[in-house]
């Protein structure tokens, strides 16, 4: 025997010490095995245990720390505890009420014709069965029997039974028709009003005694749709038909007990909830991945079945909400705001939409940044549009837009926008590059503000709402939307510029009340800078077509933990993600706003402001007061005032030759200005030997090479010329 049969087990032995009863025994008892191979370190005499025991599974006792830890349940229901769901509740309970009033109202001559024509068949009704009533007629079958089989005793019984009840109901039907003639001739003599009383009163009676069973007298108001109970075996049958390997093993090995229901299934809202606890190794994005396929095991629409993931606590925890009606199907609630006399406090939060159950989903627009994405044709701009209407109400609130699709979709906001800019051309894209540097420019001197102010008036060193409306600080909310950013980042001239100064913007102007609102629908590093998306504070991503566009949007890992905007289907529109307004990612339908009722918004956020005396800039025909340099004049203005014959010039000899040239334009330029203006095109500045006019002594400075500007103008005529060609 080898050392390695040395070590084997010795089954044999084994067996002879489990089975001192049977010694002479060759059957092996396996659970006699493994209870000696298993014991309980727990258990304080050492006594064995087995794994799969029910024992072994028996849920930890009760202590006092786990209760501690437990979750508790709000004792009232969630549309209690919110003022804005009661409120909610309350008008829908009361347009239903006043719906189905009006409806009934408007139908009472064709209820009352209904009447009229069945109670002849009521009165039929009411007199054959007062007759059978009188002559006991349901007991003739009994007494018919009796004398069929010659029981006399029994049948003179019942005779006799039958002659007191004709004998007391003949005397209470004789005392109803003397009270009936006595009430007719009362009648007879009573007044018209009375007389037509008493009939329609009789005529709805015997209506209602006429009224088939399958034919009822009111029609339906309001049709509920008739949904099945969300039971935990249908939940179980749904997932086992998913596909995924995990759940359909531990099905097979477990039955139902394999999935886990942490809590009863209850209704939520209009829709059924359940907290599942998938098999060891299924995470909820494995389910979420499969979101048609559950939909189509629980046999419901897709637009009904909502799963979500718990990672807050563990990656296997599912939320499966099932509604009663698809969400695109259901009509989409009003837009708070619409109709709220007044303007709007840009520091309370913001409506941006629905969830699944029906409930406002609302954000804090400042100390945020909002980041939205989405493929084309999902609802990028109508997301866009609400959190920058509900700045436009707000008077002291200053808006800048810049539409780089050039479709007008952000239209309705120029007639209340400081800055304002549409199109896919090179000017709106300079536009909005210099609209960024300005904008750092505001961030410092916003900084600077706050930096003075007292502790006593700004503690937390950033700008808050009562601070927003000290107008003489110039510390209000400003709310600037950049539409279909990527056409601005990619750019070849003003991408990598711009893509920098919104970076600088995003992290530092949250504390200085400025808000970037970025909107694009192509997230990727060059047309989205990482250090734009990874400091949005708040996320919207619409549907995507994959992990990377999804993590880019949502944020890192949050593919893997189960938010997932790929699971959105092409009638989906409107719908996705909001991750940084809650402690939890939030599926959301944002409200839609059309055309016509955002110029209504716009008109009466315009006239708000005129009243509040805010209303400046494009807005009211004002060109933006800003030093910086224009692509479209600088070049050829610095071949103006730069000779041939001088191939080096310093940059303030430069500045001050264009201010000389077009003071309008060039009156405030200065050289770092200037050198911003020339990075977009690849030109830097460098030492250059010159003499100081006014002192005549030579000296280096900084300047530029007259024949980098030429070259720079030659290949803008190149690819303009490509362009048209």
């Known amino acids: 025997m ?17 089975t001192d009863d049977a010694p002479d025994t060759n059957v092996v008892d396996l659970d006699a095995a493994r209870t000696a191979r298993t014991t309980n370190p727990d258990d304080g005499d050492g006594g064995p245990v087995l794994v799969d025991s029910p024992d072994a599974q028996k849920s930890p006792r009760f202590t006092l720390d786990g209760a501690r830890a437990g979750q508790r349940r709000p004792i009232l229901p969630a549309w209690l505890r919110s003022r804005a769901e009661l409120v909610d509740v309350m008008r829908w309970a009361v347009g239903h009420l006043l719906h189905t009033t009006g409806y009934h109202v408007t139908r009472l001559p064709k209820y009352a014709g209904k009447l009229a024509l069945r109670a002849p068949a009521g009165a039929a009704r009411l007199v054959s069965g007062g007759t059978r009533w009188l002559f006991d007629w349901e007991g003739e079958p009994h007494r018919q029997a009796t004398s069929q089989s010659r029981d006399g005793e029994l049948y003179l019984k019942l005779s006799r039974q039958r002659d007191r009840r004709v004998r007391w109901r003949g005397i209470v039907v004789t005392f109803t028709l003397a009270v009936t003639l006595a009430g007719g001739v009362a009648v007879a003599l009573a007044p018209l009003w009375a007389r037509w009383a008493v009939l329609a009163m009789l005529v709805t009676l015997c209506g209602l005694l006429g009224q088939p069973a399958d034919k009822p007298l009111l029609d339906t108001a309001v049709v509920i749709p008739r949904v099945a109970r969300l039971t935990s075996d249908v939940v179980v049958r749904a997932l086992a038909v998913l596909g995924i390997a995990g759940i359909t093993q531990a099905i097979a090995k477990q039955g139902q007990r394999a999935i886990a229901f942490t809590a009863p299934i209850t209704r939520d809202g209009p829709g059924w909830r359940a907290d599942i606890d998938l098999p060891p190794g299924v995470t909820a994005g494995d389910v979420i991945e499969r979101r048609d396929r559950l939909a189509a095991g629980l046999t419901r629409p897709l637009g009904c079945v909502w799963p979500e993931g718990q990672p807050e606590v563990h990656p296997g925890r599912l939320l499966l909400w099932v509604g009663d009606q698809d969400m695109a199907a259901t009509p989409p609630k009003p837009w708070p705001l619409l109709k709220a006399s007044g303007g709007f406090d840009l520091g309370r939060p913001v409506p941006f939409g629905t969830d699944p159950r029906g409930r406002v ?365």
């Open 361 to 725: 989903i609302s954000f804090e627009l400042p100390y945020t940044n909002l980041l939205i994405g989405s493929i084309p044709g999902y609802g990028k701009t109508a997301a866009t549009q609400v959190p920058m209407l509900a700045a436009a109400l707000d008077p002291y609130a200053e808006l800048w837009c810049f539409d780089f699709k050039g479709t007008g979709g952000l239209d309705p906001l120029e007639k209340v926008s400081v800055r304002y800019a549409s199109g896919q051309d090179d000017d709106t894209a300079e536009e909005g590059l210099l609209a960024l540097r300005e904008l750092r420019k505001e961030c410092q001197r916003r900084a600077a503000v706050i930096k003075g102010l007292p502790k006593a008036v700004c503690p937390d060193n950033k700008v808050t709402p009562e601070l927003a409306r000290r107008r003489k600080l110039g510390l209000h909310w400003l709310v600037v939307a950049l539409d279909e950013v990527q056409e601005l980042f990619s750019h070849p001239e003003f991408g990598k510029e711009a893509g920098e100064l919104a970076e600088k913007i995003i992290k530092l102007g949250r504390a200085l009340g400025v808000i970037l609102v970025v909107a694009t629908q192509r997230p990727d590093a060059k047309s989205l800078p990482t250090g734009v998306s990874a400091n949005a504070g708040t996320r919207f991503c619409l549907r995507v077509m994959g992990q990377i566009e999804n993590d880019m949007i949502l944020g890192t890992s949050a593919y893997k933990n189960g938010i997932r905007a790929t699971m959105f289907a092409k009638k989906d529109k409107g719908v996705g993600y909001l991750v940084g307004a809650a402690d939890d990612a939030q599926i959301v339908r944002t409200f839609y706003v059309d055309g016509p009722t955002a110029e209504k918004i716009t008109d009466r956020a315009r006239a708000l402001r005129e009243a509040a005396g805010t209303l400046t800039g494009h807005a009211i025909g004002q060109t933006p007061a800003t030093p910086a340099a224009r692509r479209d004049t600088l070049l050829d203005d610095i071949l103006t005032v730069v000779p041939a014959t001088e191939p080096k010039v310093w940059a303030e000899t430069l500045t001050e030759r264009l201010a000389d040239l077009n003071p309008d334009a060039y009156g405030d330029l200065t050289r770092d200005q200037l050198t911003a203006a020339l990075k977009p095109y690849g030109i830097t500045t460098g030492q250059v030997w010159g003499t100081d006019p006014a002192t005549g002594k030579g000296a280096n400075r900084r300047g530029i090479d007259r024949a980098d500007i030429a070259d720079a103008v030659a290949e803008r005529h190149r690819r303009r010329g490509d362009k048209a060609a």
């Open 2 to 18: 080898t050392s390695q049969d040395d070590d084997r087990f010795d089954w044999r032995a084994a067996e002879r010490d489990l």
